[in-house]
């Protein structure tokens, strides 16, 4: 390949960070370099004459009107084309956004400029990392002083209560994850217990990052998450004292969907929600998808989802416009689709009694 060796010297230089930015989806701090600075660093690498981008195709996968205006989504793919010498490397790469607006125009218009440079950012990271490549490392060790990107520590941490409020305030990290796992231990019930766990999660996490970004091999926020799950099973059989949680006092549940006037039973299953998630949006095939829960699937309950079983995958666009409307069932029917139907499919499926025989 013909690059040149101050090109190849700038493509394998690391990203600095700061370059990167940073933006929350659904608790998950994501980083990404933005597209003005992913095309300023192509110009600067291989030369304002040096590169072209083509736009192969684009699609819009849906469109509509929202609470808020007009909302679109589009895909988009790109082919990025280098000159190396007398050689010329090709790059593809896929992009998709959303976006809404005013009018039915500028929501097409933002999404498609959007998917396009999404798709132009994709194509330009397989060079290296000042365009990005750094970013798929989860470690980052391909950016430049990276501990930047991390959050300041607090002097202090705040130890809640399953109802929010404060219960000690500890000024040792490692000191505050040891008292919690104490009240963890101390849950009288399930509820509880992911109530506590709940309060004092972005805690948790932002230790989990500086751990990490100290010592790989430090565990202990993530051995944490082994204490809930021990946790939960005590307390969901306490029947079994071999499952008790350490610390854990014993009580008697009653299962109420059995009784003579019976209470209908709502099952939590993270992992059932996550398998939802990771399916295509059922009204337009789209991806990333969010577990919507039907809910008339179950009578209402105060401050209570229905049971995890009855989810769906809805596009972020589709979930918002689901929780906006009224009616749910009139919702579905304008969409022609049985939801019920498609959360008992998924629920055989993941609990893999899809291929069973009826009894």
């Known amino acids: 390949m013909a690059f ?61 009107r929202t609470d808020k205006g007009y909302a679109a989504a589009y895909s988009a793919k790109v082919r990025i084309s280098v000159r190396a010498g007398a050689e010329r490397v090709l790059r593809e790469g896929w992009g998709s956004s959303e976006a809404r607006g005013a009018t039915t125009g500028e929501a097409h218009e933002l999404a498609l400029k ?23 490392d ?40 040891a008292q919690l796992r104490e009240a963890m231990s101390k849950a009288p019930t399930i509820e509880d217990l992911f109530a506590v766990w709940e309060q004092n999660l972005p805690s948790v996490r932002l230790i989990n990052k500086h751990l990490r970004s100290t010592s790989r091999k430090d565990t202990s926020a993530q051995d944490l998450v082994v204490h809930l799950r021990s946790c ?10 071999s499952t008790a949680c350490e610390g854990a006092p014993t009580q008697v549940k009653i299962d109420k969907s059995v009784l003579a006037i019976s209470e209908p039973k709502r099952v939590r299953s993270k992992e059932h929600l996550r398998y939802v998630a990771q399916q295509p949006c059922v009204v337009c095939g789209r991806t990333p998808s969010h577990a919507h829960h039907v809910r ?29 409307t009224g009616d749910e069932k009139a919702w579905w029917a304008k969409h022609t689709i049985d939801p019920l139907q498609v959360a008992r499919k998924l629920w055989l499926e993941r609990t893999g009694q899809a291929n069973q025989p009826p009894i």
């Not at 330009?124 to 750094?134: R, V």
């Not at 990276?146 to 409020?165: D, F, H, I």
């Not at 939960?232 to 004292?241: G, I, K, S, W, Y």
Request: aromatic content about 8%; proline content about 5%; overall charge neutral.
């Open 232 to 241: 939960a099973v005590a307390l969901a059989a306490p029947q079994d004292p």
């Open 138 to 177: 989860r470690e980052l060790n391909g950016v430049r002083n990276r501990k930047a990107l991390v959050p300041e520590m607090p002097n202090t941490w705040t130890l809640l209560s399953a109802t929010g409020q404060l219960q000690k305030t500890l000024d040792n990290p490692k000191v505050f994850l």
């Open 4 to 64: 040149s060796e101050a090109q190849l010297k700038s493509l394998e230089a690391k990203l600095d960070a700061k370059h990167v930015k940073t933006r929350q989806v659904q608790d998950v701090t994501l980083t990404y370099v933005e597209g003005w600075h992913v095309i300023a660093e192509a110009n600067r690498v291989f030369g304002y004459d040096g590169w072209d981008r083509k736009t192969l195709s684009v699609n819009c996968v849906w469109s509509g």
């Open 296 to 324: 008339f699937a179950q009578p209402r309950g105060l401050g209570l989802k229905v049971s995890d079983e009855f989810t769906v995958p809805l596009c972020a666009i589709h979930h918002s416009d689901n929780h906006t």
């Open 114 to 136: 959007s998917a396009e440079t999404d798709a132009t950012k994709r194509a330009l990271a397989t060079f290296g990392n000042p365009f990005g490549l750094a970013l798929y």
